[in-house]
């Protein structure tokens, strides 16, 4: 191994280490996270019990309540208390909102649980609360007379309230009032939600009238790290399309254009708002922010989103405007169902890499899981099957590749020994293509097929850490497949490696290895002085892939240990049933023969000048040695 061969695994090496650092926590942060996890659960059974003993205090006021959600005419309002809670819920979900801002303050998905509740294996669903009581708020920001105003911090009384709606209303001065009505729709993750303004006049200038909008997500999933490094703002422009802030870094930017619609995403569930009228792009902007250590809500809350959202106003004398709301699962099938582009928030890569997971990975797998209700583990073996199946032309390409340089390699060798020095190099390259021609074989034909197949390695890496369908799906010993598996929890956490053992990702690496050995033959060693060894390169890999896919999806690692078993199955019945070397061999020979004789392919026009170029570097040599 020559040294920059070194120097290259030695920077590889330090690349994956300081990716491993920074993507996760110590096992003292860990356990500080477990930690405050606990105490936030003890907190919110004592939340709970007191909201439901509100609630249950409310429903009987409400009784007194006119039943309807017309904002006018107003009716008697309710002497609630500032800072009390009031519930109301649908089949998907339950939100308390807070008469303090009129907002929302928290919300629970009833079909979904956290993986610290999936893990106890209770047999019940315990709903997953997407943000407290605390960790959200939305509200007018806008100048009155000269003053700033946040209605997030002054008191609302329910003015109207049903089963599924509820009106909050405030009095900023005298005659100006604000009202937030809410309107819960029937088995779906969506509520309506339209802010009036009244009485304001010329007080208020109506495109200085802004919705701020800041949310603190809750850790749901079981590798907090992963969840809060794909946590970020995406917003959907009128004229430019889809667009968002970074994931992995702090981010804040300003609207280039109308918004049509703003969602805060992480791993597995969104809010997305979406106006009637688009945002404003003046004023308009978005933040994300991670918080650091110290901060309280480091080990409990993913990022600290925040927005700016200029509402379309024409008269803050008698104004309406109306938004939509969708707290709910990324799943790519319910987002489509809106068509409205949210299924962009999904991150199944760019380019060809999502074209080929939307179109082609995403439907084959959703009729095996949906259709045909095929479990998530066998569905992720079929699907990687088909996809073998139908590469493997590609695969019997690289293999008569393989096995026509493994053929050639004993003259390749010669040539190498014949001319061993940098000054003949154009000679000897001369020499293997007249070589690569006569024979038939191309070093080349062997690079193609893989570059076909890599669109398809790559979108793999993309789909299935975020396909909602695989989160708490139990396969053999993985007890959820949108999360690692591990055999062994080592109880403290080994640096580079992390706390645990992932045998899916052993497998991986095992048959990649394997695999790697079975092509090694085919590597020819370096021909020229400092180049890199790429037999050390290939045998580097796969042991790298056991530190840096220990954390990842085990459905993804499940994929690639099954896609490179079956390739090394199908590389044997190719060698075993297909291809005879030996005839190959002697069908080679043949051809060379033929050339000898005149009766090959013609030289390409790259050989004919590169034979002109050596002729020159000839005569070139001659006249130096002349003089």
Known sequence: MDKKTVIGLVLIGTIFSVFTIFNQPSAEERAKMEEEYKKEQLLQKEKQKLAESTKSSNEKDSEKIVDTVKVEPVVKKENTAT????????????????TKGGIIASLWLKEFETYANFAKKDGKITALELFKNGDAVNQLVFDMDGKKIKTGNLPFSVVAKTKNSIVFETEVAP??????????????????????MKGFGSSVNAKNVGLNWDMAYRKT????????????????????GFDYLKEITDDNDEAKDKVDWVAYKQSYFSSILKPERPFLQKGTDFEVQTYKEDHPRAWTNLKDYSSTLMLDISNPDNASISLDWYFGPNDFNILTNYDKDYNKIINYGWGLFRWINVYVIAPIYNTLTGNMAISAGIAILILTLIIKLILMPVQWKMYVSSAKMRILKPEIEALNKKYPNKEDGMKKQMEMMTLYRESGASPLSGCVPMLFQAPILFAIFRYFPAEFSL???????????????SIWDFGVNIWFYGDHMSLFTLLMAGTTLIYTMINSGNMQAPQQPG????????????????????????????????????????????KKFFVD????????????????????????????????MQKMQQEQMKNKNKK
């Open 581 to 612: 070397e030996e005839k190959l061999k002697a069908k080679m020979a043949e051809k060379k023969a033929t050339a000898a004789a005149g009766g090959g392919k013609k030289k390409s026009k790259f050989q004919e000048r590169l034979e002109m």
């Open 471 to 485: 989160r708490q799906e139990s396969f053999l010993w993985a007890e959820d497949l949108s999360s690692y598996d």
């Open 83 to 98: 800072d009390s809670l009031i519930f109301l819920e649908n089949s998907k979900y339950k939100i308390a909102f807070n």
């Open 531 to 574: 180049m890199p060894n790429m037999k050390v390169i290939m045998y580097f890999m796969p042991i790298m892939m056991i530190f840096f896919f220990n954390n990842y999806s085990s459905g993804l690692s499940y994929y690639y240990f099954i896609s490179t078993l079956a390739s090394i199955l199908i590389m044997i019945a190719i």
């Open 221 to 240: 999933e079981r590798l907090f790290v992963e969840q809060r490094r794909v946590s970020t703002v995406c917003m959907f422009y009128n004229k430019e």
């Open 175 to 196: 005659g100006k009032t604000i009202q937030n009505q809410y309107i819960l729709t029937d088995d779906a993750y969506d509520l309506n939600y339209t802010i009036h």
